[in-house]
């Protein structure tokens, strides 16, 4: 159990693991291991008062990462905490920091709390666009890509199979503009030149991504892949993907040959690699508080997303 704790400016604290432990000298979230008996919330409350010295109210679920680490399987169940009595101190020695949301990245902690930080900071919907029937369905693309902007979409994948590479070109060149005024994010899926000329981020397909050896975009431009099984995860974590979308969940209506893995499958591959991971397959935003429980950053979705 940890417990992300913000205060009022909505700085984050940090904990730094003494020496002597595992992991020693990383920074962490406050929290510890339930014992027999215990409920995840008591738990929680006792971890918080022995290590700070504070009275927590324990707030609403945050994620919950399964991890593997060389010697031991954990699963870091994450709460947020906005309420609480006293002020936190090092009561076992351990160093304290304040830590403002966008500076939390520069934070060396545990492989676990990778999708614990980009659960705080990033979005919990990735939408991937159905292309445009003909050309004359262009405009009402946009007026579709915009509709989903102004509905709060931060991070959009545009996938645009069978278009010619100028409509495809004038198409991204038009959505990019309606996404930067939005601060949404987005990324071209298989096109690393039209990317590299935009300025784009890159979303790459499994096939593509097995033959790079190396990020093909520059650090700071977003890189996304999509994958299917445990080396493909680790590949894009390799390559220094940003995040990952990974399924099919459910069975979907675009690839109905494919079943769906299930919630404890994605679960199971999810924790050999600590980066953000969207689960995929006939998921809506109904699913988010349960993909967030199987260590899910949020839901990728065509039909789900798509106003
Ligand atoms: N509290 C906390 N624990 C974390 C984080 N990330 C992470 O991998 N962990 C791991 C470290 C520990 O193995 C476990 C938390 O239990 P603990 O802190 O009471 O464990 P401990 O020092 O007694 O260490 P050990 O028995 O696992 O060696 O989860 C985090 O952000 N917060």
Avoid at 159 to 165: A, M
Avoid at 238 to 264: K, Y
Wanted: proline share 10%; with cysteine; charged share 20%.
């Amino acid at each position: 159990m940890a417990a992300a704790i913000t205060d009022a400016r909505g700085r984050v604290l940090l904990a730094r693991r003494t020496e002597g432990r595992d992991l020693a000298g990383l920074w962490e979230f406050p929290g510890g291991k339930r014992e027999p008996g215990e409920t995840p919330e008591q738990a929680l409350v006792r971890e918080l008062r022995e290590e700070l010295g504070i009275e927590v109210r324990v707030g609403a679920p945050l994620i919950a990462v399964a991890q593997q680490y060389p010697h031991k399987r954990l699963r870091l169940d994450v709460r947020r905490v906005t309420r609480w009595r006293g002020t936190p101190r090092g009561h076992e020695g351990q160093a304290l920091a304040w830590v403002p949301p966008d500076k939390l990245p520069g934070y060396t902690m545990p492989p676990a709390d990778r999708p614990v930080v980009a659960a705080l900071l990033q979005p919990d919907r990735y939408l991937v666009t159905p292309p445009p029937a003909t050309p004359s369905d262009d405009a009402a693309w946009l007026d579709a890509l915009q509709r989903a902007l102004a509905g709060g979409i931060r991070r959009i994948q545009a996938r645009l199979p069978g278009l010619d590479p100028a409509r495809r070109r004038t198409l991204v060149t038009a959505a990019a503009a309606h996404c930067a005024s939005a601060g949404a994010e987005l990324l071209v899926n298989g096109d690393t030149a039209l990317a590299r000329d935009l300025g784009l981020g890159l979303h790459l397909p499994s096939a593509q991504l097995c033959e790079l050896a190396e990020r093909p975009v520059p650090a700071g431009v977003p890189l996304a892949a999509s994958c299917h099984d445990e080396t493909e995860l680790r590949h894009a974590e390799a390559i220094g993907c940003d995040f990952a979308i990974l399924g099919p969940v459910n069975a979907t209506p675009t690839h109905p040959d494919a079943q769906g893995i299930g919630w404890p499958a994605f679960e199971a591959l999810r924790e050999h690699a600590s980066l953000p991971i969207y689960a995929i397959g006939g998921l809506t935003p109904d699913h988010i508080l349960e993909a967030r429980h199987h260590g899910a950053q949020g839901i990728a979705a065509i039909r789900g997303l798509w106003p």
